[in-house]
Every structure is written in structure tokens, then in C-alpha cells.
């Protein structure tokens, strides 16, 4: 019978236009669904990778108003549905068979392969994204963006133009376009209307051919206050207390891609004043601030963080600013200096405030340095915030309501997006930050100094009332800033720590 057809047979076929409709592009790309019939029950069929994603299932019910049935199906088989099936928003046939070259002649902007990496390029741009990926397959080339964190693919290139792609990529960002057997690092800028775009290319040869990253600087959104972070009230309070001595050590901590900079930058502009004298090494510089000297890392004439950053303390400097600590010596110099007179400002891998003391440790940086010099640091991740323009509010579950319970948080109600057009149908818009602070007090300063594990401090901390990371992310699902699910990825990581 028809109806007993597999979903690999039916995504093999050509599937109706109003059908499609009932899904857009991008909720389709993001969930890895794709409609492929209705019965005569007003039942939906859908293709998806994952059938145990209630969120995007009841979503779709929600949006077409059809009960809907799930019928699991290879992701890739899904993706090539997907961009085969659905309109592309770049016409890709307009290329040809042949490879064409990428144009050098920069009054030549009409050229094929000009318009496609301009069009990708802006697209990614509309919608805030922080990254672009060319990632080579061994047939097409995926073409994805980073939006709120999260990558989605856009589209899929036809494998016989990436060489010209790669070439117009590495011209704009004056790269040797001979040169593809090594990673190569560039830069250039997009003017887009009145905004000025900064973008850093990096590329990776791969078994498949060069894979192209792009971050996108956007010029115009500047540097962001504190406020803007989401502070919790009181927290804040203590932030800026520390930012008011006149020496000592902050470091702000987190993974890749928590916001660590824009939370020292802003920082900065706080601190900022023509009384003082401001200086800055970073590697590179993202942000320009007026009144404050910032000096861009050049390891391959000898600048590095730490030869840069003793040439600094020789310029009078009353704050400082370590784009990040990657070695011992950038340790020991930042931590001296602080000790010095100066207030340093600083970021560093680490998972927590409390591993991060550990870490300094680590460097052989001895326990009473790090205690002597180390006033607070301020741990952070970025979640994704729940859209405000489908913002919903649901009854809480019961396994909800037993993970507010391990954290003493009770609750009748929490929230997510049902998915707009605003939020390219996933229910999440812009991110926050989750954070926590831990002041480095004098029973701190004598745990360091007598080199106390990181369990036996954290015990402590809790004692004292401190919250942590996954308490603060309690906290905003609570207060409707981000889901539940969103919580969960720092709650999954921190729990176990902070719930010993």
C-alpha cells in the first residue's frame, strides 16, 4: 500500500509546492524535517532526523494545524531533499558547467562567482550572523552560518566552483591565490549600506579541498555597556567594585566563544578616562576604543603578549588590558604587575571561576602570587535567548519542576519560542550571558596560598552562599530569558560541581 512506503522512497520524489509551503526553508534546514504528503485524515507526513524532537514536532503542529506524523529518515538524505526540493536563494545555475575564474578586475563586480560570495556574504550579515563556513565535501561545498552559536547550513555549492570561490575569497582578503596546500590568514572589510564589515578569514586545507571560515565584525553595534550583559543586580554591584580598585587582577573565564572580550571591552569603556592612562595588547584587535592605546599582537617580528606587555609597563599604564593568557610567562608578568600598582584586565580558558586558579597554578605560577594579586574572576557562557516576538509561556512538567527542585527553584510556568519569521523559525533570538563571580576574600586568599583543591574550595564557596553557573542559568529559564533546554547545556556541565 502507499501508505506503508518507506520515508527514503518518498524523499526521492518530487514533493508538492504546497506542501513545502507549510514548512520554511529555514525551520527545515535548522530541524532537518521536510514535509513529504498529507492524507486524506489531514495528516502530515514528515521526513525528520531526529522523530523525538517534540519541540520542532509540536511546532510544526502548531504552525500548520495538522496532526503530525513522524517518519525517521537519514539527515544528509534530508539535506539533499532540502536544497534540491525547496527554492534556493542564490541561483546557482546561473554558473554554468565549466569552472569560471574569479574575476581580479574589481570594476567586473557583475561576474557570477562576485555575486554569489557578495550575496553569501550579506546573507550571513542580515542575520547576525558571527560566522561563515565553506566546508568542502568530497561532491558539493556547505555553505553554513553561525547565528546565536549555532550553525545552519544555507546552501550547498556545486563542487566545480569551489576553487573559484576560494580564489575570489582569498583576492578580497589579498591572500596568495597559488597557494593552497597551507592555512592562510587574511582579512578585508564589506561596506554594506552605512556599515563598515570586518572580516578575518581563515583557510584549512582539506582532504577535500580548502575549507573557509570567515568571522563577521560588525563596526556598527560598538562596544556594548555592562548592563547589556544581564548582570544579576547585586552582581553587578560587585563587578564594578572590583573595576574600581586601583590594582590587582580580573580575569573574566570561559570557553571559546562566551563573550569573554566583549564583557572586557565593555569593561573598558566603563573604566575609561582621560585621567588615566589605558593600554591594551590584544591578538588581534577587534574593537577600537578612542582614548585607550591598543597594541596588536605580531608574533612574527618577536611582539608577543608577553614581550609586548613588559614594553607596556615602561609606559606609565594605570590600567592594563591582556587580550588573553596563554602561557606562563603572560601569567607571571600580568599577576606582577597587578602587584605593582596596575589594575590588569585578562581572559582565560578555563571551565569555572574556581578552576581557574588551578590553571594559574598550573603555569607554576606560585600559590602566593595567585592569591596575593588575583581580586576576581567573573566565569561566563552565552545561551540562547527565547524570542520575544513568538515568546510563549507553558505549564511546567514534571521532570521540569525535579530539576528547579535540585537547585530549591519552584515554578508553574516556564517559556520558549513557537517560531516566526523573526527568529527564522527556531524559537530563540540574540543570547545572554550566565554567569558567576567569585571575590577572592582573605579566607580565599589563605585556601590559595596553602594550595586547597578546587572541591574543598567549592564547598566552601557554597557555604558562603555563592552562586554558580548553573544556579544563574536556573534562574533566567525561570525568568523567561532562555528555555529550559538551553539551560540545561550549562546545568549538564556545572550540576555535578555545584551540587556535591
Request: aromatic content about 4%.
Amino acid at each position: 500500500m502507499e501508505n506503508d512506503r518507506q520515508s527514503s522512497e518518498w524523499l526521492n520524489e518530487k514533493i508538492a509546492k504546497e506542501l513545502l509551503d507549510l514548512i520554511p526553508r529555514s525551520f527545515a534546514l535548522e530541524h532537518t524535517v521536510i514535509p513529504i504528503r498529507r492524507d486524506s485524515n489531514n495528516q502530515l507526513h514528515v521526513a525528520i532526523n531526529n522523530p523525538f524532537n517534540f519541540s520542532a514536532l509540536n511546532d510544526l503542529r502548531l504552525k500548520t494545524g495538522m496532526l503530525i506524523i513522524p517518519q525517521k529518515a537519514n539527515g544528509a538524505d534530508i539535506h539533499q531533499a532540502i536544497i534540491r526540493e525547496y527554492p534556493s536563494e542564490i541561483n546557482i545555475n546561473e554558473f554554468g558547467d565549466g569552472e569560471i575564474e574569479a574575476e581580479t578586475n574589481e570594476e567586473q563586480e557583475d561576474t557570477p562567482i562576485i555575486k554569489l560570495v557578495n550575496s553569501l556574504i550579506q546573507e550571513a550579515i542580515n542575520h547576525q550572523a558571527s560566522d561563515i563556513h565553506f566546508d568542502p565535501q568530497e561532491k558539493f561545498v556547505s555553505v553554513r552560518m553561525r547565528v546565536d552559536g549555532v550553525l545552519r547550513e544555507i546552501e550547498k555549492l556545486p563542487k566545480n566552483i569551489q576553487p573559484s570561490v576560494n580564489s575570489r575569497l582569498k583576492i578580497i582578503s589579498d591572500l596568495d591565490i597559488t597557494e593552497n596546500r597551507v592555512p592562510q590568514d587574511g582579512s578585508a572589510q564589506m561596506k554594506t549600506g552605512k556599515r563598515i564589515i570586518d572580516l578575518r578569514l581563515s583557510i584549512l586545507p582539506t582532504i577535500h579541498g580548502e575549507k573557509v571560515v570567515i568571522r563577521i565584525m560588525d563596526r556598527s553595534i560598538g562596544i556594548r555597556n555592562l548592563e547589556d550583559f544581564n548582570f544579576k543586580k547585586e552582581r553587578l554591584v560587585l563587578f564594578r567594585q572590583l573595576l574600581a580598585q586601583p590594582h590587582g587582577i580580573i580575569l573574566v573565564t570561559g570557553p571559546t566563544g562566551s563573550g569573554k572580550s566583549s564583557t572586557l571591552y565593555a569593561a573598558l569603556n566603563e573604566l575609561n578616562d582621560p585621567k588615566r592612562n589605558l593600554i591594551t595588547v590584544e591578538d588581534p584587535v577587534e574593537y577600537q576604543l578612542g582614548g585607550i592605546n591598543q597594541v596588536a599582537v605580531n608574533a612574527s617580528i618577536g611582539m608577543t603578549f608577553s614581550s609586548t606587555l613588559r614594553a607596556m609597563l615602561r609606559q606609565d599604564p594605570d590600567i592594563i588590558m591582556v587580550g588573553e593568557i596563554r602561557d606562563s610567562e603572560t601569567a607571571e608578568i600580568a599577576i606582577r604587575a597587578s602587584m605593582t600598582g596596575h589594575l590588569v584586565l585578562s581572559t582565560i580558558h578555563t571551565n569555572d571561576s574556581v578552576t581557574t586558579i588551578s590553571r594559574l597554578i598550573d603555569m607554576e605560577i606560585p600559590p602566593f602570587l595567585v592569591a596575593n594579586s588575583l581580586t576576581g574572576i567573573l566565569s561566563q557562557r552565552l545561551v540562547r535567548t527565547v524570542c520575544q516576538n513568538c515568546k510563549t509561556a507553558y505549564p511546567i512538567s514534571e521532570e521540569e519542576k525535579v530539576i528547579l527542585n535540585r537547585y530549591g527553584r519552584t515554578s508553574e510556568q516556564l517559556y520558549r519560542g513557537q517560531g516566526c519569521v523573526k527568529c527564522a523559525y527556531t524559537g530563540y533570538a540574540g543570547r545572554i550571558a550566565i554567569q558567576e563571580l567569585l571575590i577572592v576574600t582573605a579566607a580565599m586568599r589563605k585556601m590559595i596560598t596553602e594550595n586547597m583543591n578546587s572541591d574543598e574550595m567549592i564547598r566552601y564557596l557554597k557555604q558562603k552562599g555563592m552562586p554558580f553557573l548553573a544556579d544563574d542559568a536556573i534562574d533566567k529559564v525561570i525568568a523567561g530569558f532562555t528555555t529550559i533546554e538551553e539551560g540545561m547545556k550549562i546545568i549538564a556541565t556545572e550540576g555535578s560541581l555545584v551540587n556535591e
